[in-house]
């Protein structure tokens, strides 16, 4: 791969730059998807001074093979499943179930740390711009785009800093726009397009969510 980002920040960064039409509206709300998608997403929100929240969504990892996604679920009860994981490796609706339940725990839990008691945002007759730190099957993406549309936002804007052609391609149908910076003619895995991929940790989503509502508190008074 000819191009790398650093890290999450810089990759942020440029991304941010590729946003600039949404740049200082009162009707844009960027969305991280944690864990690696908010430090991408901070920056963007900084950038464009928009107000920054989370969206959650967990990969439902094949149990032999957890990197590989037959699917996801987002909040709101929303499951999506990659159907030809799931017919190529005859998985069972009781092992979809199984690894699903688990799965929920988590996003409850990641839910109540991330947000505590600060309300959801309002996501109605916005533009979300929903970020991650890259796409591969974009099973996770898909399922957090159908939570979304239930809350009849007025745009979504996928936004991402590497993934491959026909994941953008397939995303291009669901959504209003997708914006990705790198797009390799041979990808792999989405940390070959970064030095730094280490993993994000919860303290750093916490700390990152609560400097970007600070910042915005600042610039309303």
């Given at each position: ?22 740049a200082?509206?009162?009707d ?7 864990r ?54 005859q ?6 179930n ?30 979300i ?93």
């Amino acid at each position: 791969m000819s191009e790398r980002f650093k890290n999450r920040r810089e990759a942020g960064q440029k991304l941010a730059s590729e946003l600039s039409v949404y740049a200082n509206r009162a009707d844009v709300l960027v969305l991280g998807l944690p864990r690696g998608g908010v430090p991408v997403a901070f920056e963007v929100a900084k950038a464009l001074n928009a107000p920054l929240d989370v969206f959650l969504v967990r990969k439902l990892g094949v149990p032999d093979r957890p990197e590989l996604a037959m699917g996801a679920i987002a909040s709101g009860g929303i499951q999506v499943l990659n159907q030809p994981v799931v017919r190529s490796l005859q998985i069972s609706d009781e092992i979809i179930n199984c690894v699903a339940r688990s799965e929920q725990l988590e996003l409850e839990r990641r839910e109540q740390v991330y947000r505590g008691n600060r309300p959801a945002p309002k996501l109605q007759d916005q533009i979300i711009l929903l970020i991650d730190d890259g796409l591969a099957t974009g099973a996770t993406m898909r399922a957090a785009v159908m939570a979304l549309r239930d809350r009849q936002p007025a745009r979504i804007v996928v936004a991402v800093p590497i993934a491959p052609s026909e994941t953008c391609y397939e995303l291009r149908s669901e959504v209003d726009e997708v914006i990705c910076p790198i797009i390799p003619e041979r990808f792999s895995a989405v940390g070959r397009g970064y030095e730094d991929f280490s993993q994000t940790t919860d303290e750093e989503v916490q700390e990152l969510l609560q400097k970007s509502e600070n910042s915005q508190l600042v610039a309303f008074h």
